[in-house]
Structures are given as structure tokens and as C-alpha cells.
């Protein structure tokens, strides 16, 4: 058996019941193995894909709150600090009623590779809870926030780990927590990022995420010849970075048909009206169906099949898993040439296998979407230097590092004969920088 295919068996055995980490660990494992075995002894004696699968600590706790009819709920928390060879642990808190363990080592594992691609000093790290946002009142939203942070506060720090927004957190809990963190610990510190502008928070961090996909996108277009104007675009989800990728596809001449949340799609063919998405989204924490009684021509599906429209690019937005194989064999038979994921690990690993063997240039969601930790590292720089910069000079470097992402994934895929192949690329240039620092730094 080959040393990632042992390590693979490993992580199966020993984390039962956790199979989105089981998927994302063997992703990266399967794209490592031409770099593993033109070195495979000394990995093996560092035990280097042990201890790279293996968080650095798991932190789970009790989050206890009041309702707003007086009744005491209790969620479960977690921080998983998965990797700080290169910095002090980075990434989201997702609320959301799906999280589990599982969820949050995949996305932790994910977000190590990522941090690493956008050549800032960041270490991977997630957390959440298995609270939902949804349909509550401010007050309980509060409540639960100040709860989850009077535990949390205990592990992170501005040198130590700097948690942000994912599913569910935007800046209304990022307020709160932060809020909590400063009346607890005293101190006013960049411990989150996301904040909002005026208590230190960075210009375009709101758009990042969404308008890196795009910039990586319009890489990939120009390196085959091409671009996006006169493209045909769906995008899934309609959260934070749903929207400003529809925002920076459209100003770049491309038309967006569809978006969706978890009840079903609209599918607007004279081109979705942002403005109108975004104040059922971000103003009336509405749903997506609304947008179809607001605009005429514009249809209104429930459920799920946002693939069955044509067209010629795709972004999945949304979660994971959300686009599997039939959803991938739809897409090409309708002609779609780009599939870039804003969303962390939306394509199931035969999904994305399909697609990249049908021509589709294919960008994994580490690459693609990390324009928004990027930027959140870029608060965190601000924040140090006690500084804000200009929209327009976070933008260009927004765009440069997304830029530099792509170079780096392409020239590794090129490096090992596998041109066009993004996820070899991606985990490898990730890989190699992490494992670099894991190795200077000893056995730790
Ligand atoms: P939001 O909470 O702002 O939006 C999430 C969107 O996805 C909503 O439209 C939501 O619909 C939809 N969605 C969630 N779960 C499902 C589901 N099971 N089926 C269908 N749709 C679903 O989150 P973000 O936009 O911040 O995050 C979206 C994705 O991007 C996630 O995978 C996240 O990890 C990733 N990401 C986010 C970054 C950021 O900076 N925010 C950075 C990098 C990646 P509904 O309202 O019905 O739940
Ligand atoms: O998945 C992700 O990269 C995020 N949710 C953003 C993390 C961050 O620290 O900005």
C-alpha cells in the first residue's frame, strides 16, 4: 500500500462517523501522492501525513442561552485548531443546525491548504455550533453569541487564533461576539475578522470572497484565450458569497440567470437583479423565493436542480456536497466550461472527477475562494498597524493575491504534467509551504 493510502485507511479507522473529513482528507491525499513518492522515505520517517491529518487540538463546549419565551436551549461549540505551522490559526465559525465535528475538522483540514495558497503568514482553523440563526430574534441571537464567546475567549487571541464568519455568522454575530470577547478580556484587539468599519473591520472583507472567486475565474478564462463577457453564469446559495460573486461576474459582462438557498431556485433569463437579492437577504433575512413574486419574468422552483439551467458557468456558493455526479453530468451535457467553488468542497469527489474529465476547467474551493481569509489577513495586518486602507488598494490586493493563487496552482499542476488538473495544483502548492515549516520546526 502507498504511504497516502495507508494514511487514508488510518484516518477511516480512526475518526468513525465523520465522513465529510474522510472526503476531504482523501482529496488532498490522492493529489499528493506524486510529490509523496519522489520522497516518500523521509515523509514517513517525520510521519509527515500523520500529524498533518491530525488537529492540533479539538476544543468542544456547552452553549447554554434563554429563548425569548424564557425557555433555556443548550448548543453544543467547537473550535478545531487544526494546523499553526505557518500562523496563528485562521478561519470561520459556521452556525448552522448540520454542524458537527465532521463538518468543522473537513473544513478546518481545508482551510490549512487555503491559508497556505494565499502566501500570508495564517494556520488553519474552524469552529461553529449547531445553532440556527434562523428565524430568531436579535435578542436571542445576542444571547447565544455572548454565551458561545464567554467559552470560546479562553483559546483565541489576536497571536493566537483569529476566528471569522462562515454559514450563518455575518456581521450582525460577529458584533456580538466581538463585543463579548472586549468586555471579558479587557482588550481591544483584532481578534476577529469581519468586523465592521468603524471598530476595525476592512473595507471590501464583506465582498472578498465572492469577488476573489471571480478574479480567479477571469484567470483561468485568460489563460485558455478567453473571458467572461457575454457569458452565461449560475451561481448557488445567496448568502454573503453568492452575492458579491454575482456582483463582480455581472460588472465583468456576464450574465447570472439563477441563484437558490436551501428551499428551492429562481431562475431570472433576462439576468438576476442584485439589488433586489440583496434586500431580501441582507436587509429581510428573507427567502430567495420572494425575488419571484418581486420581478416579472422571473421563475420560482422549489427544491433542488439549479444545474438544470444551462449555462456556461457555474459557482457553487452555497455547502457542501451540494453538487454531486448527476448535477455534474447535467452541466456538461449543457455545455458548461468553468466550474469554480466559492463554497468549501460543493463538488462530491465524483462530481468533480466528471467534470474534470469532461473538459470542465474546474477550480477547487480552496483556491477559488480564498480572497475571503486573504482579506481577513489583511484586517488582521491593518489592525496591527492600527491603520486602514483605501477600498480601492484592499481590492488590488485582493485581486493580486487571487492572481498569485492562480499562478501558483497552475504552474504546480504544469510541474507535475497534469496541466489544467487545478486540484492537484491547489493541494500541492498548499502542501508544499506547510510541510516546509513543519519541518523546520521539528517534532511538534
Ligand atoms: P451565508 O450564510 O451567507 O449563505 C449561505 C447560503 O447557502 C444561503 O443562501 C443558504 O441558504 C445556502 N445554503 C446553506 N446550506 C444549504 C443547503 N444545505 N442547501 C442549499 N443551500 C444552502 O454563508 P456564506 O455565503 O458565507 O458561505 C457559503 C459557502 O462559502 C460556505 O461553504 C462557506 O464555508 C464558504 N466560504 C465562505 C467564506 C466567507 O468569507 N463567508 C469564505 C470562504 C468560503 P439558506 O438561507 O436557505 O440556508
Ligand atoms: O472558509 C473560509 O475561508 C471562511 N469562512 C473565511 C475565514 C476567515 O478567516 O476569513
Given amino acids: 500500500m502507498s504511504y497516502t493510502d495507508e494514511v487514508y485507511a488510518r484516518v477511516v479507522a480512526q475518526n468513525p462517523g465523520e465522513p465529510e473529513f474522510h472526503q476531504a482528507v482523501k482529496e488532498v491525499l490522492d493529489s499528493l501522492q506524486v510529490v509523496i513518492d519522489k520522497n516518500e522515505e523521509e515523509y514517513r520517517s517525520l510521519s509527515i501525513l500523520e500529524r498533518l491529518v491530525e488537529p492540533e487540538r479539538i476544543i468542544s463546549f456547552r452553549v447554554p442561552w434563554v429563548d425569548d419565551n424564557g425557555v433555556v436551549q443548550v448548543n453544543k461549540g467547537y473550535r478545531v485548531q487544526f494546523n499553526s505551522a505557518i500562523g496563528p490559526y485562521k478561519g470561520g465559525l459556521r452556525f448552522h443546525p448540520s454542524v458537527n465535528q465532521s463538518i468543522l475538522k473537513f473544513l478546518g483540514f481545508e482551510q490549512v491548504f487555503k491559508n497556505s495558497l494565499t502566501g500570508l503568514p495564517i494556520g488553519g ?24 464567546m464567554t ?23 460577529i458584533g456580538f461576539l466581538y463585543g463579548q470577547y472586549k468586555r471579558i478580556k479587557g482588550l481591544y484587539e483584532g481578534v476577529l475578522t469581519g468586523k465592521g468599519l468603524t471598530w476595525g473591520g476592512s473595507l471590501i472583507r464583506t465582498q472578498a470572497t465572492g469577488y476573489g472567486v471571480v478574479y480567479i475565474l477571469d484567470e483561468i478564462a485568460k489563460a485558455h484565450g478567453d473571458n467572461l463577457k457575454g457569458k452565461t453564469a449560475v451561481v448557488t446559495g445567496s448568502g454573503n458569497v ?73 459557482l457553487p456558493c452555497a455547502t457542501q456536497n451540494e453538487l454531486d455526479l448527476d448535477g455534474a453530468k447535467t452541466l456538461v451535457a449543457n455545455g458548461c466550461k468553468y466550474v469554480a467553488e466559492g463554497a468549501n468542497m460543493p463538488t462530491t469527489l465524483e462530481g468533480t472527477q466528471y467534470l474534470q474529465e469532461n473538459g470542465v476547467l474546474f477550480m ?53 504534467d497534469m496541466a489544467d488538473n487545478y486540484v492537484v495544483g491547489a493541494n500541492i502548492a498548499g502542501f508544499e509551504k506547510v510541510v516546509d515549516a513543519m519541518k523546520a520546526q521539528g517534532i511538534v
Avoid at 467559552?151 to 462562515?166: F, M, R, S, T
Avoid at 456582483?247 to 429562481?266: H, P, Q, R, W
Fill in 125 to 148: 482553523g474552524k469552529g461553529g455550533s449547531n445553532f440556527d440563526p434562523k428565524g430568531k430574534s436579535d435578542r436571542e441571537v445576542m444571547a447565544f453569541c455572548q454565551s458561545f
Fill in 151 to 173: 467559552e470560546l475567549n479562553k483559546y483565541i487571541g489576536a497571536d493566537q487564533d483569529v476566528p471569522a464568519g462562515d454559514i450563518g455568522v455575518g456581521g450582525r454575530e
Fill in 242 to 314: 453568492a452575492i458579491y460573486a454575482v456582483e463582480k461576474i455581472t460588472e465583468l459582462g456576464a450574465t447570472v440567470v439563477a441563484m437558490c438557498d436551501s428551499n428551492g431556485y429562481v431562475y431570472d433569463p433576462a439576468g438576476i437583479k442584485l439589488d433586489i437579492v440583496k434586500d431580501i437577504k441582507e436587509v429581510k433575512r428573507g427567502r430567495i423565493k420572494e425575488y419571484a413574486d418581486r420581478v416579472e419574468g422571473a421563475v420560482y422552483t422549489e427544491g433542488k436542480g439549479i444545474w438544470n439551467i444551462k449555462c456556461d458557468v457555474y
Fill in 364 to 416: 477547487p474551493g480552496k483556491a477559488a475562494n480564498a480572497g475571503g481569509v486573504a482579506t481577513s489577513a489583511l484586517e488582521m495586518t491593518q489592525n496591527s498597524m492600527r491603520l486602514s486602507w483605501s477600498a480601492e488598494e484592499v481590492d488590488a490586493k485582493l485581486k493580486d493575491i487571487m492572481q498569485n493563487i492562480f499562478k501558483k496552482v497552475d504552474e504546480a499542476a504544469k510541474k507535475y
